[in-house]
């Protein structure tokens, strides 16, 4: 089964930038998509961006142009690019798998704060 594992969420500013990192490991990694999803204050979790097995990439409206999947040519490490970053990016960010057992990730914690 897969695992994934998300890091790299700290504090920012606001009009900052965060990449991050989900590591994908386990059997049957590379015939997944991830998706990156985030659960803000108070709010239910939501879908942010998904790459597919065979790398076509879906957004969210609301992050189109300030935020970026992508991944290694192994497609163990799927990065969620942050830019622009502003406080209603607050929010626990998960990475999950898109295909298979439903797994995620425990979640990185990004503040956006000045």
């Known amino acids: 089964q897969v695992q994934l594992v998300e890091s790299g969420g700290g504090l920012v500013q606001p009009g900052g930038s965060l990449t991050l990192p989900c590591t994908a490991s386990?059997?049957?990694?590379?015939?997944?998509?991830v998706g990156w999803y985030r659960q803000r204050p108070g709010n239910e979790r939501e879908f942010v961006a998904a790459?597919?097995?065979?790398?076509?990439?879906t957004y969210h409206d609301a992050v189109k142009g300030q935020f970026t999947i992508y991944r290694n040519s192994a497609a163990t490490v799927i990065y969620l690019q942050m830019n622009n970053l502003q406080s209603e990016d607050t929010a626990v960010y998960y990475c999950?798998?898109?295909?298979?057992?439903?797994?995620w990730g425990q979640g990185t914690q990004v503040t956006v704060s000045s």
């Open positions: 386990g059997s049957g990694v590379e015939s997944i998509g």
């Open positions: 999950r798998a898109m295909q298979g057992p439903d797994v």
């Open positions: 790459i597919s097995v065979l790398g076509s990439l």
